[in-house]
């Protein structure tokens, strides 16, 4: 955008701090971040709701102060001793740095307007939010935890990854692992709120985020199976307007609700109570 | 002699030779031990080369377009495949085909990936890229098999579940997670065999069993290496390198547990021969299903719930964070 170019160097050069303005994915619109963050990350102008770290969603999702991380001690293996462009013990480390956390998912307790569940997150900002062993572990142990100590489960998923390339087969493999626990889980009549946010793809879709018993998305998330860019790569025409959004999937029949994260919790909390849980 | 594979040039030479000098023979003892000569050394070197196959080399020999598909072992293996179409809701996925079979009197209910072999089956089967009717066929016929006892054997063969927008629009994502989630509970033996490629989330949609088992040259991964090649080293054209780092071939497969056994291939791979390769498969079938057909049904549940929860590499560390 050359005209903006122009724009900002023909001022006075003001020192703007990084990270003031946040562009919007959806609209494009440049939003002060500040306000966003007010504003539970949801884009004033057109209702996207933007990433938030495992943590924010803890605080927006739980009553404050109840959560209880579980299996937090497990760490990466590199059963491949996976190399790209980097060594993949080194991206751990650089994303272990970069988020502040120690995998792509966190796993724990807490409670929900006063109500005790399970509650598991991933975050896409953590190689994709892509799902390796570290991910289908405290997953699986989630589940197993909510299945003896009868809690209602929460996962809310967020992975542009799915299965993790760089643990190969093992990733593969967390896939069928959560979503045997996960049937276990059911048989014992246990609750699974799935909540879908931007984006769900791949191994994560296709496993444990599309199992609820009830699935919530956020507005406007991309889910799906296959990568727009795998499909258009395969098809060769254009992928209709709107394609393989939270809407898309409403329209569908895949997702029961679509709840805005301002109302989240609420929605969860009676969904919990209906079930009688 | 043209289904021979660039990095079996060698063979081909060689095998050309032994035909010439047969057309060319003059009956004698002498052009006859010459011809048995490098018939040996055709095999020796056969052995060699399939001996020591290069990730990227097994995914060719994987994709042969000689390779035994699912038809082929539901007429080589089983004495009678009665095909039984169509999930009921919304068509008949023509890359997976599934049926009632028999083998050696035990029955059974089969099922599979058909990649398809001219241009016209292939294009009909989407090489072999199942969609999501597909697999809701697949699993409608499996709970059949439970409700009668039949137990289920499962050939994987695909690149991968079909990428497009009708799959999409008709839940690839939810088929095939209910899918793995209803294997892991269902009341019958299942026995997994990926007989060619193991495509991802296409293949792990019919792929929770009991014995999960893979046939020599084939490979199973969580990504095409084209796929991975075009999003870690940007470019399909480093598509070797990402086989090898992808560690998905049957021998590696193995000794991470992720498959229960190898089956061996006849020398020179799959498509060498047809009958040699279904009649191993056919033993291999009879004997694990008098193994499962033993068990208990709490046992066999128990035993297919552990397979595959103990499949991770982590380290655990002491300290409570």
């Known amino acids: 955008m050359p005209q903006t170019q122009t724009a900002v160097s023909g001022r006075k050069k003001r020192h703007i701090p990084e990270g003031t303005w946040t562009q919007c994915p959806g609209c494009k619109a440049r939003l002060v971040t500040k306000a966003l963050e007010r504003n539970q990350r949801i884009c004033p102008e057109c209702d996207f709701h933007l990433y938030v770290s495992a943590g924010q969603r803890i605080e927006q999702v739980l009553d404050a102060g109840t959560f209880e991380e579980w299996d937090g001690n497990l760490l990466a293996g590199d059963p491949l001793k996976f190399t790209d462009s980097r060594a993949y013990v080194d991206r751990l480390e650089a994303e272990r740095k970069k988020t502040g956390l120690s995998d792509a998912a966190i796993t724990g307790t807490g409670m929900i307007r006063a109500r005790r569940v399970a509650i598991g997150i991933t975050d896409s900002q953590f190689i994709m939010g892509s799902m390796g062993s570290v991910v289908g572990e405290r997953l699986t142990r989630l589940v197993e935890k909510a299945t003896e100590q009868n809690l209602p489960l929460i996962i809310v998923s967020g992975s542009g990854g799915g299965a993790r390339m760089h643990e190969g087969i093992f990733s593969l493999m967390q896939m069928a692992k959560v979503s045997a626990a996960l049937a276990r889980y059911d048989q014992q009549g246990g609750l699974f709120i799935s909540v879908l946010t931007n984006p769900t793809m791949g191994g994560v879709a296709a496993s444990f985020a599309s199992l609820g018993d009830v699935v919530f998305a956020e507005p406007k998330a991309l889910i799906g199976f296959a990568g727009p860019r795998t499909i258009k790569a395969t098809i060769r025409i254009e992928l209709p307007e709107g394609f393989q959004t939270s809407e898309f999937l409403l329209e569908h029949g895949f997702i029961d609700r679509i709840v805005t994260r301002e109302k989240l919790k609420a929605e969860i909390a009676r969904t919990i109570d209906y079930c009688g849980k | ?321």
């Open chain 2, 1 to 321: 002699m043209d289904d021979y594979l660039e990095f079996e040039q060698p063979l081909a030479d060689l095998d050309q030779k032994i035909n010439q000098l047969q057309q060319q023979s003059d009956d004698s003892a002498e052009s006859a031990e010459q011809i048995r000569e490098l018939q040996r050394q055709l095999t020796e070197l056969t052995r060699e080369t399939y001996g020591s196959l290069t990730p990227w080399q097994t995914v060719q020999v994987a994709r042969h377009k000689n390779r035994p598909h699912t038809i082929d072992y539901l007429s080589l293996v089983f004495d009678e495949f009665v095909e039984l179409h169509g999930d009921k809701l919304f068509g008949d996925d023509r890359a997976i085909r599934v049926g009632f079979a028999s083998l050696d009197r035990t029955k059974v209910m089969v099922l599979g990936h058909q990649k398809g072999r001219t241009f016209n089956d292939r294009t009909e089967n989407y090489f072999g890229c199942a969609h999501p009717e597909g697999y809701r066929k697949a699993m409608a016929k499996m709970r059949m098999a439970a409700k009668y006892n039949l137990p289920v054997i499962c050939l994987i063969d695909t690149p991968g579940a079909y990428p497009g927008i009708g799959a999409e629009e008709r839940g690839q994502a939810q088929v095939i997670a209910e899918n793995m989630y209803e294997m892991s509970r269902l009341e019958t033996p299942i026995i997994c065999i990926v007989i060619g490629e193991g495509g991802s989330g296409g293949a792990l949609g019919i792929g929770v069993g009991d014995r999960v088992a893979v046939l020599e040259h084939a490979y199973y991964s969580v990504i095409s290496p084209e796929g991975c090649a075009g999003i870690l080293w940007k470019g399909a054209q480093h598509a070797e390198k990402a086989a090898t780092a992808l560690k998905f071939t049957s021998d590696h497969l193995l000794k991470m547990g992720i498959v229960d056994d190898v089956i061996p291939e006849p020398l020179g791979g799959a498509h060498r021969d047809h009958h040699k390769m279904a009649a191993t498969m056919r033993s291999y079938l009879g004997k694990q299903l008098k193994d499962l057909k033993q068990q208990e049904m709490s046992t066999l549940l128990e035993g297919r719930y552990e397979k595959f929860r103990r499949i991770g590499e982590f380290v655990e560390s002491e300290a409570v964070s």
